[in-house]
């Protein structure tokens, strides 16, 4: 794989079973299926409301809410998706 996380929410992406699929139903290499279906971001969000979102799950990551979106806010800037030119 070209990324080991998505390259919008950060997740680990250990398997093809957790990859989005691009428009004409081939493997993002960039993105999870959390985030990108049919070679489309689900969530058409700004970086700041989607950091809020994703802050709602740090239980899962095994952090606070406050923890995972200070973690957010430092790492999605680098990632692809929101990155701008």
Known sequence: M??????SCGMPLNSKEQMGLEKDG???????????????????????EYIQMCSM???QA??????MKAHCTK?????????TS
Request: net charge positive; aromatic share 14%; charged share 20%.
């Open 57 to 59: 799950y740090g239980a």
């Open 2 to 7: 070209q990324n080991t996380i998505c390259q």
């Open 62 to 67: 095994g952090m606070s809410n406050e923890q």
């Open 26 to 48: 081939s493997v993002s290499r960039d993105y999870c299926k959390y985030c990108y279906e049919k070679g489309e971001f689900i969530h058409k969000v700004s970086l700041q």
């Open 75 to 83: 790492l999605f800037p680098t990632l692809k998706r929101w990155q």
